[in-house]
C-alpha cells in the first residue's frame, strides 16, 4: 500500500490508500480514520472514508497546508490493518417480491438462475459496508457474487420507496428514504436505516456487516413494512 494525498480544496485533502475496490481494504481504511481522528484532533471538520479514500477536512485557522499533509504523513506511518469485526454486523429483513422488486426477473434472466436462487445468492452473503453517501443513511455495501452483478438501470426511476433494496454493479444497498434511484430493486426492508433522533443518524455506518434475511410477506408487514407495489411510489 502507498498512500497517496490529493488536493480536493484549500482547506480539503483526499487520502487515496489503494486503487481497486475490494473487501479487503476495509481493516486497514479503519485503521487509517482512527489514526487520522487522532492525530487531527480538534482541527478536523470532518473525515469522510470512501471504498479506497478518505477525504480530510480540517480546519485552515488551526492548520496550513503544510502541517495538514505532515499529519496525514505521521498518521499513516507504519499503519497496520485492524482485526477484522471492529463494525456492527446488523441483520435486515427483506421481503424479495416482484412487486417492490421489479427487477428479480430481470436479474433471473441474466444470469440464467432462478428468481429463487438470485434470492439466495443475495441473502447468503455478509456484506461490508464501505461508505455512506448519496442520500442520508443510504450505504452502499459489497460485494454482491458476480453472477449478480448488474448494470444501473438506464432511466433511473423518478421516486423509489424507502426501504427499497437494490442491487448496482457489485454493490447492494436500501434506499432509506424516498428518492430518485437507478439500482436494479430485488425487494423492501422495514428496517428504519435513517432517524434524526438516533447517535449518528444512519442505521449503518463504514466498517459494518450487513446481512439480509428474506421474510414472508405477513413478517414484513408486521415489522411494520410498507407493501404498496412500487408503482404507487411513482
Known amino acids: 500500500m502507498k498512500p497517496r ?3 480536493v480544496a484549500i ?3 483526499m487520502v487515496r490508500l489503494f486503487d481497486v475496490i475490494a473487501e479487503a481494504n476495509m481493516p486497514w481504511m479503519l485503521a487509517a480514520t482512527q489514526r487520522l481522528r487522532s492525530g ?10 470512501s471504498y479506497t479514500t478518505l477525504m480530510v477536512h480540517y480546519d485552515l485557522t488551526l492548520l496550513t497546508p503544510a502541517q495538514a499533509r505532515a499529519l496525514i504523513d505521521q498518521a499513516l506511518t507504519d499503519l497496520q490493518p485492524q482485526a477484522q469485526g471492529g463494525g456492527r454486523c446488523h441483520v435486515l429483513p427483506v421481503w424479495y417480491d416482484l412487486s417492490v422488486g421489479p427487477e428479480l426477473s430481470l436479474l433471473s434472466q441474466r444470469s440464467g438462475l432462478a428468481v429463487a436462487e438470485v434470492i439466495r445468492r ?4 455478509l456484506y461490508q459496508v464501505f461508505a455512506l453517501g448519496f442520500a442520508p443513511g443510504f450505504a452502499f455495501m459489497g460485494l454482491v457474487d458476480d453472477i449478480l452483478a448488474t448494470p444501473r438501470l438506464n ?15 457489485r454493490q447492494t444497498a ?4 424516498v ?4 439500482w436494479n430493486l430485488i425487494g423492501r426492508t422495514p428496517a428504519t436505516l ?29 415489522l411494520g413494512g410498507d407493501d404498496a407495489p412500487l408503482e404507487a411510489h411513482a
Open 5 to 7: 494525498i490529493e488536493v
Open 11 to 13: 482547506d480539503c485533502l
Open 40 to 49: 487531527f484532533g480538534s482541527a478536523l471538520v470532518d473525515l469522510v472514508p
Open 122 to 125: 443475495h441473502s447468503d452473503h
Open 155 to 169: 432511466t433511473p426511476r423518478k421516486r423509489v420507496a424507502a426501504g427499497s433494496v437494490g442491487i448496482a454493479e
Open 174 to 177: 436500501a434506499y432509506p428514504v
Open 179 to 182: 428518492s430518485p434511484g437507478g
Open 194 to 222: 435513517f432517524d434524526r433522533e438516533r447517535d449518528g443518524y444512519s442505521l449503518m455506518q463504514p466498517g459494518d456487516t450487513v446481512r439480509f434475511e428474506a421474510v414472508s410477506h405477513a413478517e414484513f408487514v408486521n
